[in-house]
């Protein structure tokens, strides 16, 4: 199930008993979250029924008994455990009968980092639940997400103030939904936010999009990817989103160029790619740019920096750092 798809069924009431929530992007999952309780808990009876429990502190008996309580004057109860990585990759046996047989009058929400599907814990959950990834939004999406934000605040929005927008404040749902309720202190008959308002209400905050450091990774500019790594890890991005972005972007180009050698249209792999139009003509260039025979060496070495990310003590910023260089000696061009 996709982020989207959960939020049509919040919205038409329909809950699972159970839903494991994982991925870098927090601000869609918080509201995916805030969303359920809005539909289970009344406001009356929400510290009855609300439970925020922590995998890895709390014991098996509390939270197995959370669980199988039954609500107080209400049809449902809200489970929240977080940290829920530990369950499949330390401890998930006393857990394993209730995901088969949950409790219909509670709704679990499991909050993760990542997920493994061929564990026993998920492969029982899905049965009677839903895994949920939550990944950070193309730029042809978050234009789209403004635009849906707006309208549900009861505003329209302009393109070039969508622009002006993201320009101004970057890509960061939590900042630009900030933002846009700022820019509905209008006079109360203005239901359309223009490009003056953005320009009038909204300071530049933009420091350095993680999308730019994709795409100098992707045109194997390493000054400026360092540059902007650095300039990234001050602003405090998480490490495993900086390489998730990287990686996602040599995918992009690897799979232009597999659509180009069916003969695909430049413009028919935009769309299926979601290439923003301001944006298709510097990403042509990285796809002509990369050979395809270094692919395989590319995943590879992506690969071994993840469980690098993941378990060395080493400094992390100098971790990617290195990464980068590899990926130009890799390609065996001259360094810009």
Same mark, same amino acid.
């Given at each position: 199930?996709?982020?989207?798809?959960?939020?049509?069924?919040?919205e038409? &009431?329909?809950?699972?008993?159970?839903?494991?929530?994982?991925?870098?992007?927090?601000?869609?999952?918080?509201?995916?979250?805030?969303?359920?309780?809005?539909?289970?808990?009344? /406001?009356?009876?929400?510290?009855?029924? +609300?439970?925020?429990? =922590?995998?890895?502190?709390?014991?098996?008996?509390? *939270?197995?008994?959370s669980?199988?309580?039954?609500p107080?004057?209400s049809s449902?109860?809200?489970?929240?455990?977080?940290?829920?990585?530990?369950f499949?990759?330390?401890?998930?046996?006393?857990?394993?009968?209730?995901?088969?047989? @949950?409790? @219909?009058?509670?709704?679990?929400?499991?909050?993760?980092?990542?997920?493994?599907?061929?564990?026993?814990?998920?492969?029982?959950?899905?049965?009677? &639940?839903?895994?949920?990834s939550?990944? /950070?939004?193309?730029?042809?999406? *978050? #234009?789209?997400?403004?635009?849906?934000q707006?309208?549900?605040?009861?505003?329209s929005?302009?393109?070039?103030?969508?622009? +002006?927008?993201?320009?101004?404040?970057?890509?960061?749902?939590?900042?630009?939904?900030?933002?846009?309720?700022?820019?509905?202190?209008?006079?109360e008959?203005?239901?359309?936010?223009?490009?003056?308002?953005?320009?009038?209400?909204?300071?530049d905050?933009?420091?350095?999009?993680?999308? !730019?450091?994709?795409?100098?990774a992707?045109?194997?500019?390493?000054r !400026?990817?360092?540059?902007?790594?650095?300039?990234?890890?001050?602003?405090?991005? @998480?490490? /495993?989103?900086?390489?998730?972005?990287?990686?996602?972007?040599f995918?992009?180009?690897?799979?232009?160029?597999?659509?180009?050698?069916?003969?695909?249209?430049?413009?028919?792999?935009?769309a299926?790619?979601? *290439?923003?139009?301001?944006?298709?003509?510097?990403?042509?260039?990285?796809?002509? &740019?990369? @050979?395809?025979?270094?692919?395989?060496?590319?995943?590879?070495?992506?690969?071994?920096?993840?469980?690098?990310?993941?378990?060395?003590?080493? =400094?992390?910023?100098?971790?990617?750092?290195?990464?980068?260089? =590899?990926?130009?000696?890799?390609?065996? #061009?001259?360094?810009?």
């Amino acid at each position: 199930m996709k982020p989207q798809e959960l939020l049509r069924d919040i919205e038409k &009431g329909k809950l699972l008993p159970l839903y494991y929530f994982y991925g870098p992007e927090k601000w869609l999952m918080d509201e995916a979250l805030n969303k359920i309780k809005e539909k289970v808990l009344n /406001p009356a009876t929400r510290d009855f029924n +609300l439970a925020v429990l =922590d995998a890895e502190e709390g014991d098996p008996e509390t *939270i197995l008994s959370s669980l199988q309580v039954f609500p107080v004057l209400s049809s449902r109860r809200l489970v929240v455990i977080r940290r829920a990585d530990f369950f499949w990759k330390k401890g998930s046996s006393f857990l394993l009968d209730y995901v088969l047989n @949950p409790n @219909p009058s509670t709704c679990a929400v499991f909050l993760g980092e990542k997920a493994d599907l061929r564990t026993k814990f998920f492969q029982g959950l899905e049965k009677k &639940g839903a895994v949920i990834s939550f990944y /950070p939004l193309f730029e042809k999406e *978050i #234009v789209r997400w403004v635009s849906l934000q707006a309208g549900q605040l009861g505003y329209s929005i302009s393109a070039p103030a969508v622009d +002006l927008l993201l320009d101004r404040v970057g890509p960061s749902l939590r900042e630009l939904s900030l933002e846009l309720q700022k820019l509905t202190l209008l006079p109360e008959n203005r239901k359309s936010i223009e490009e003056e308002d953005v320009r009038a209400l909204t300071g530049d905050m933009r420091g350095e999009s993680p999308f !730019e450091l994709s795409r100098a990774a992707g045109r194997f500019n390493l000054r !400026e990817a360092l540059r902007v790594l650095r300039k990234n890890l001050q602003q405090g991005e @998480p490490l /495993p989103l900086l390489l998730y972005l990287i990686v996602r972007q040599f995918r992009l180009i690897r799979k232009a160029q597999e659509l180009r050698g069916e003969g695909v249209g430049k413009k028919t792999i935009e769309a299926k790619l979601r *290439i923003p139009p301001g944006g298709a003509e510097d990403f042509w260039r990285q796809v002509e &740019g990369f @050979p395809a025979a270094a692919f395989e060496q590319l995943w590879l070495t992506s690969w071994k920096m993840d469980q690098e990310l993941k378990s060395s003590r080493s =400094d992390k910023g100098l971790l990617l750092e290195k990464y980068l260089w =590899d990926l130009i000696f890799m390609k065996n #061009v001259k360094i810009v």
